[in-house]
């Protein structure tokens, strides 16, 4: 069982960035993809950004397209979000999670091993 560890959460201003991460802790991190989620309350999780197996490929929601970038460090069993320019539509508590396969999808129901989420404020 893979247990996800979100971090990097806050509160910031509007235009300011943070750095989510996500440490995967026990079961096989190598070899499958993560994603990265966020909701707010009274909506459905959605798609944020995903990333395969080597990070030779991601995917990006349209609403935070051109402003963040996924990564992954292997050696760390770790993922990385990394948002810039953020905006109070930003806010929600982000998850992260593995997926079920090598490939990066945008499918909530591709992903498993969901972290307990870590709460992004942006304040206007």
């Known amino acids: 069982q893979v247990h996800a560890v979100e971090s990097g959460g806050g509160l910031v201003q509007a235009g300011d960035s943070l750095r989510l991460s996500c440490a995967a802790s026990?079961?096989?991190?190598?070899?499958?993809?993560m994603g990265w989620f966020r909701q707010v309350p009274g909506k459905e999780r959605e798609f944020v950004a995903s990333?395969?197996?080597?990070?030779?490929?991601?995917h990006y929601a349209d609403s935070v397209k051109g402003r963040s970038t996924i990564s992954r460090d292997t050696a760390r069993s770790t993922v990385y979000l990394q948002m810039n320019n953020l905006k109070p539509e930003d806010t929600a508590v982000y998850y992260c999670a593995r997926s079920k396969d090598a490939t990066a999808s945008r499918v909530r129901s591709m992903y498993d091993n969901w972290g307990q989420g870590t709460q992004v404020t942006v304040s206007s």
């Open positions: 990333i395969n197996w080597s990070g030779s490929r991601t």
């Open positions: 026990g079961g096989i991190f190598r070899g499958y993809a």
